[in-house]
DNA sequence: AAGCTATCCAACCGCATCTGC
DNA sequence: AGCAGATGCGGTTGGATAGCT
């Protein structure tokens, strides 16, 4: 890692593992400054989170993937785009590098469109798609959405990272239906074409921080995807 | 057998975002 | 409000290996 003098980079020997499995397990994954810390590895939190997550974490899937893995791939990144932790959130087992990998060497070349009316070979434009661009919502918890009293509205509130796409903010409107019910049925929002300026685009969708979990993003894609339901556990 | 090329995948890096002070 | 540290994400790199000539 650039600015960590003196710590240990290239592959991991076992013996490392070991002792970060160890301390994942007892100092709880996440903590990765304290793991790092008192692991007895000279390796940067960084460094110590990914093989972790890549490699060590218990129910990884190794070997080659399934057809309706490719599959959920595929349609996953037509919509949302290169957001490789969500899609490797939908697919069990694998993580967002196994996912971006296989995109990179399996499917990047595959997956392309064609101009409508273009005279270039098949294979030469790769697909644009407007992607939908899930940014976390943060909640303060004294604000009104912790205590039950507000609703979300749209605003077009640019905000950092979001390249002046519409941010939701909590509003004390009282509204007859709760923002997450409109998730997906504005009529512009339409197979991964959701028109850019129009709510709601921005899905919340990423668990851990922002109180948004998977199962709260479920219901409606598999909806999306034109697929069965399958949660994952 | 040796050399070259392509492929795969683990790991690194930079940046965005979140959190706490 | 602003800052610093921590965390997570996506792009990229580089080593190992397989396949080909």
Known sequence: MKGAIGMRKGAWAEEE?????????????????QVSRRAGLNRCRKSCRLRWLNYLKPNIKRGAFQ?????????LHKLLGNRWSLIA?????????????YWN??????????????????GKFAAKVN??????WTFSKSSAWFNGKATLVASRTPLGGNHGQPSPV?????????WWENLFTDSSFDEGQ?????????????EGRNGWNNHSFDADIWELLGANPQPVI
């Open 17 to 33: 593992d070991v002792l970060l499995k160890k301390c994942v397990e007892r100092y709880g994954e996440g903590n990765w400054h």
């Open 67 to 75: 057809e309706d893995e490719v599959d959920m791939i595929i349609r």
């Open 89 to 101: 959130g939908r697919i069990s087992g694998r993580t967002s590098n196994d996912v971006k990998n």
């Open 105 to 122: 060497t399996h499917l990047a070349k595959k997956v392309v469109h064609h101009k409508p009316d273009g005279d270039d070979p098949p």
């Open 131 to 136: 992607v939908i661009r899930p940014r976390p």
């Open 170 to 178: 909590l509003s004390h409107q009282d509204k007859k239906s709760a």
């Open 194 to 206: 959701p028109d850019a300026s129009s709510w709601p685009q921005e899905l919340a969708m990423e």
